[in-house]
Structure formats: structure tokens, C-alpha cells
């Protein structure tokens, strides 16, 4: 039997529909992007450069990725970290600030960031505790907006405000989102609740290791990678889905708080910070199926299979191939690829990192036969594999995006106010008809 709702809507589509030739014919840009998949620029920053492709003219040639924070390319950033328990925290201090911390500079940000990593006063126990939640993405956003009330001056949208309540925050989402999960799992699938004291002396990777283990317990290789994935999440330009929403909402004038949990709130969609859960889950249903001794013809077979829509969720897509910008490569994906491989070894992964690597290379040949492009692995394609190999939850891995990416979406609402300073408001044409009024007894 049909709602109430459902005849209202089955009427209104027969009123409103809107003929998908008008977009052409009024130029508009479904989704912000131009007839060759590159996106509408929406506006200049400093902070990074997401480059996937080059022009000749007016034309569009594939081309190898690259990303920049502050100009320096990511890759020579991991290097030159290499080994560093701090690597994530040395790359948010040149996101936030533009430029490499002298080694004072950079002792002092530490010690910065340290003393705001202790939650208010009973806030544990009130807050999270006593208010398990089942999906975290959501519990999230209620505890960054319940910080506006622990603020003096929680509408204080000045730059140097909006920076220190954003590093303050930048620093306490990691303890929160490892407390909200073990209240997630203590109350709802009834595992023994484990809450260690927050370590000033751990940084942030170090912190969500300890915080998620029931030991407490991580090697020098974990606390490696896990930065790399945190470092490589860090930002990605102002024009990506969560970033351009935290511009938006702050255009408006409005607290940082609600700028963040609009933001958690886009990278909660599976098309955006859900897509390394959505490659695993498909990985699993294929090893599954075929095993890891699976022939190449049997791989194939799998990937025809989810191209014509006839295996997993039937949304033809192989997820983690391809990418909105990146071309022939996504360096995040190449970097990832490399570290996934080093754990692989420490953790007796081998096997499962060589199917993954084989799964990968077939799919990208695949896309190629059957639809003409060029394509690779995206940053999702190896993260996920990654946080099973360190014993991250499932249920975490969006989150740590969320923990990863927050302090580009401060660092791009601290330039927007410097540099833009305007409500975001573009526009849409009207298509519909013009009507006369009817009163009720008429209709």
C-alpha cells in the first residue's frame, strides 16, 4: 500500500520534472563540473594543489599525479619525515602556517598542541559515556557541536580565534573518536569497555593506537604508517566535497563548530570519505568468492561481473579505481602502496597485499577494454587494507579521515575569511512555468 508521502511525490514528478537537455542548454555544470570531468573553479588557495592532468589548449591529457601542500610535494614530505613519530603534526603546522617550523618553531607547537589535549572536566563521563551512539560519523558531529557550549566565546570568528578553537579541536577529535568507539562497542555489541588516560607525551598517531588497544601496545613500523595515511589525508585541495562545505558554512559567518560538523557530516556519504570501506567490503566478498590463489581468467571474470552491475552491490563500480581528478596515477595511492607492502611483511599480510596488487592491475586494464580509459588506484584503494593490518576498526575508518583531514578544512576557513570574506551564494535558473493562484474549492 502507498504513503501518504509516496502519492504526494508520484504526483509531483509528473509536475516538476526537469528535462535534462535544459542543463545544457543553460550551461550549468551538474556538480560543479565542466564537460571533461574537471571541476568549476570556485575559488585560489595556497595551501595545496591537487594535479592530475595537463592542458594542450582547451585539451584535457592525462597526465601523473601529483599533490603539493604549501608547494612541496608530499612525496619529498614523507621522506624527509621519515621516521618521525611527529610527521603528521610537522605537516599540519605547514598547512596551518605555510611554511617548515624552525626547530624551536616546531618544539613549541608541540608543546602547543599537548596542552589541549585534555578534554574538559568530566566531559568523558557526561558526554560519552552516558551517550552511546551506533554510528560514530554522527555521534562525531554532536561532540564537536557540544564543544560551542564548553567555549567562552564560541561566536568569535576572528582569524586568531578560528585558529585556536580549530587546533583546539584538531587535537581532542582523535581521543574522542577512540572513547566514542569503545562506548560503541561496550554498550551495543557487548565487549568489555577499555578507556586509557590520555598521554600528553604520545603525538596524535601514537595517541589513537593506545587509545584503540586494549594494551595499549604499538611498534615503531605502525606509528610509521599510520602518519603516512593520516599525512596523505591531510588535505586535498579547497574544491573537494567537505572542504568546499565547511567554506561554505563559515562564508555565512557563522561558529567554527558548525563549520566542522557540516563537514563530517559530507564525509560521512560513501561517496567521499566512506570509499576505502566500500573497497574493502567489495575486496572481501571477491577474496571470498575466489580466493587468493584465484587465476588471473578467474579475477577477470569478477570484474566483467561488476562492470555489467551482477556482483556486490550491483552499482557497476569497482571502487577504489579511478579518481574526479587523478589520471594515470594518484601519488597518495603510489606512497600508500609502498608502506601497505612494509606492514605487510611485519604482519603476515603478504599474501592478501599481493592479491590486492594483482586485483588492481587487472581492473585498471580492465577499465581500459571496456571503456576506453585510463585509470588507477586511488588513495581508498590500499587505506583500507592498512587500518585492517594495524587493527583499526571497520567502524574507524571514515573517522580517521575525519581526525586526517580536519586540519586542511581549518586552515581552508582561515584563508577564505582572509582572503575571500564573502557568503558563497551562486545561483540557478528558474525552468518552471508561471501559474495563476486557485483557491481550494476550485482545485
Not at 64 to 90: A, N, T
Request: charged share 25%.
Amino acid at each position: 500500500m502507498k504513503s501518504r508521502i509516496q502519492n504526494f511525490f508520484e504526483k509531483s514528478l509528473v509536475e516538476n520534472e526537469i528535462d535534462n537537455e535544459l542543463y545544457t542548454t543553460y550551461s550549468v555544470k551538474k556538480g560543479l563540473r565542466n564537460e571533461d570531468g574537471t571541476g568549476v573553479l570556485v575559488g585560489l588557495t595556497k595551501i595545496s594543489d591537487v594535479v592530475g592532468y595537463k592542458r594542450e589548449g582547451d585539451k584535457k591529457i592525462d597526465d601523473y599525479g601529483r599533490l603539493y601542500y604549501r608547494g612541496i610535494d608530499v612525496k619529498d614530505l614523507i621522506e624527509g619525515y621519515s621516521g618521525s613519530r611527529y610527521m603528521f603534526e610537522e605537516v599540519c603546522f605547514l598547512i596551518l602556517f605555510g611554511y617548515l617550523p624552525s626547530k624551536k618553531e616546531f618544539e613549541d607547537f608541540k608543546k602547543l598542541l599537548s596542552d589541549y589535549y585534555e578534554l574538559p572536566q568530566h566531559y568523558l563521563e557526561v558526554s560519552i559515556l552516558m551517550h552511546p551512539a551506533r554510528n560514530l560519523m554522527n555521534k562525531l558531529q554532536r561532540e564537536v557541536l557540544m564543544f560551542y557550549s564548553y567555549d567562552d566565546d564560541p561566536d568569535n570568528t576572528g582569524i586568531m580565534e578560528t585558529l585556536e578553537k580549530g587546533i583546539n579541536m584538531l587535537v581532542k577529535i582523535p581521543s574522542i573518536v577512540c572513547y566514542t568507539y569503545q562506548t560503541k562497542v561496550h554498550y551495543f555489541d557487548d565487549q568489555s569497555l577499555i578507556i586509557h588516560h590520555i598521554n600528553p607525551d604520545y603525538s596524535i598517531a601514537e595517541s589513537i593506537l593506545y587509545l584503540l588497544r586494549d594494551d595499549g601496545k604499538f611498534t615503531e613500523k605502525e606509528v610509521e604508517v599510520l602518519n603516512v595515511a593520516l599525512v596523505l589525508h591531510a588535505d586535498h585541495g579547497g574544491g573537494n566535497n567537505s572542504t568546499f562545505t565547511n567554506v561554505v558554512i563559515s562564508s555565512t559567518g557563522t561558529d567554527i563548530y558548525s563549520s566542522l560538523a557540516g563537514a563530517i557530516g559530507s564525509l560521512k556519504g560513501p561517496r567521499h570519505g566512506g570509499a576505502n570501506l566500500a573497497v574493502k567490503q567489495q575486496l572481501d566478498l571477491v577474496i571470498d568468492d575466489i580466493g587468493l590463489d584465484a587465476t588471473d581468467e578467474q579475477i577477470n571474470a569478477i570484474l566483467d561481473r561488476i562492470l555489467d552491475k551482477d556482483y556486490n552491490d550491483n552499482s557497476g563500480l569497482i571502487y577504489g579505481i579511478g579518481h574526479a581528478v587523478y589520471t594515470l596515477s594518484d601519488p597518495r595511492s603510489e606512497i600508500l602502496s609502498k608502506k601497505c607492502a612494509e606492514l605487510a611483511v611485519e604482519k603476515g599480510y603478504e599474501k592478501k597485499y599481493n592479491f590486492y596488487k594483482r586485483f588492481a592491475d587487472l581492473a585498471v586494464e580492465k577499465m581500459y577494454q571496456r571503456k576506453g580509459i585510463r585509470v588507477s588506484t586511488n588513495v581508498d584503494y590500499y587505506s583500507g587494507l592498512v587500518y585492517e593490518m594495524l587493527g583499526i576498526p571497520s567502524d574507524l575508518y571514515p573517522l580517521l579521515f575525519v581526525i586526517a583531514r580536519t586540519v586542511g578544512w581549518i586552515a581552508h576557513n582561515v584563508e577564505n575569511k582572509l582572503y575571500s570574506n564573502r557568503i558563497i551564494r551562486p545561483a540557478t535558473k528558474y525552468v518552471g512555468e508561471l501559474k495563476d493562484y486557485k483557491k481550494i474549492e476550485d482545485r
